[in-house]
């Protein structure tokens, strides 16, 4: 599974990206004002950094819009990618720009029949918000594990990515349905890291190394 990184925090993403195990990066535009900044240089100063796909989410709302706002986005980097909400401007605006070979994140999906909509529009990623949904009382993980089956069914290619990630069991399932990819936010990256028996592991290799110099 690939691992992206949700956020448009330069330093964190500096940070994960030196660990070796980044594969690309999503922003939204709710994650741009959280970092004071604006799109474009955002978007900018991550694809001097990691080398994989970046989404960059268009805000326009009809599909004309949509298509210009998306071209001018992936024209600042190859790896750019443009997020479109889920509605019928953008299924419209993906056909145009996906054969125009630039690619598409479908995002705020939240029923397999969304998905499949917007693969068959020529999609290139589909955000199943897993979390969101969990949030309103449904299982967010039962959706991704559904749009998962449906795209094996038919040999989809528009890649997975499990979106709006919680905490570390939402990777473990989304690996374990075989997710292409899960965008995770920095804290949940950091947890993904450590084990209590790893920490208490290393000290006693230490405590046990010294006391072997005496
Ligand atoms: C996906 O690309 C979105 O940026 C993101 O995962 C949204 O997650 P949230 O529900 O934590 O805002």
Request: aromatic share 4%; with cysteine; glycine share 6%.
């Amino acid at each position: 599974m690939k691992i992206f990184i949700d956020t448009a925090n330069i330093d964190m993403i500096k940070e994960i990206n030196s660990w070796g195990i980044l594969d690309g990066v999503t922003t939204n535009p709710s994650l741009i004002a959280k970092e004071k900044t604006d799109l474009r240089t955002c978007v900018k100063k991550i694809s001097e950094i990691v080398d994989g796909p970046i989404s960059a989410e268009a805000i326009s709302m009809d599909a004309e819009a949509m298509i210009k706002e998306g071209k001018e986005l992936s024209s600042i980097h190859p790896n750019i990618n443009i997020k479109l909400p889920m509605c019928t401007e953008a299924l419209k605006a993906t056909k145009v720009l996906s054969s125009e070979g630039i690619d598409v994140n479908m995002t705020l999906i939240f029923s397999p029949h969304q998905a499949l909509l917007a693969s068959k529009a020529g999609a290139r990623f589909v955000s199943p918000f897993v979390g969101r949904l969990d949030d309103v009382g449904q299982d967010g993980s039962e959706m991704l594990s559904q749009i998962i089956a449906v795209f094996r069914n038919y040999d989809i290619d528009t890649e997975v990515i499990a979106a709006s990630i919680r905490h570390p069991m939402h990777i473990l399932e989304a690996a374990m349905f075989g997710a292409d990819i899960a965008t995770i936010p920095y804290d949940i990256l950091k947890k993904m890291v450590t084990h209590p028996k790893t920490d208490e592991g290393i000290k006693l290799f230490l405590a046990d190394h010294e006391r072997s110099k005496k």
